[in-house]
């Protein structure tokens, strides 16, 4: 559900500007910031090659609705690799 879905039912308020979405992936899996990069509107083709288990998701069931989200917000995403998620994680 977007938030400004959630917003005309009632569910959240807000005043002034919604948030911009972001999203990060690895590069390994990063379906969703590659096709943000190409500026289409369904996730990029291609296997898995992160080494970090729990995002290891390369045809996202939601992906469609992430890229959404993100156009409808201005946000952005971008992809880094797997060593900087291992870093950020410690």
């Known amino acids: 559900m977007r938030i400004s ?20 992936q690895s590069t390994g899996c990063a379906n969703i910031a590659q096709a943000w990069q190409l500026g289409i509107d369904e996730p990029a083709e291609g296997a898995s090659t992160a080494m970090i288990s729990g995002i290891q998701v390369p045809n996202p069931p939601d992906g469609v609705q992430a890229l959404q989200a993100l156009q409808h917000s201005g946000g952005f995403a971008e992809a880094l690799p797997d060593a900087d998620t291992w870093h950020w994680q410690e």
């Open 5 to 24: 879905d959630m917003a005309d039912q009632g569910i959240w308020t807000y005043e002034g500007r919604l948030p911009k979405l972001v999203a990060y």
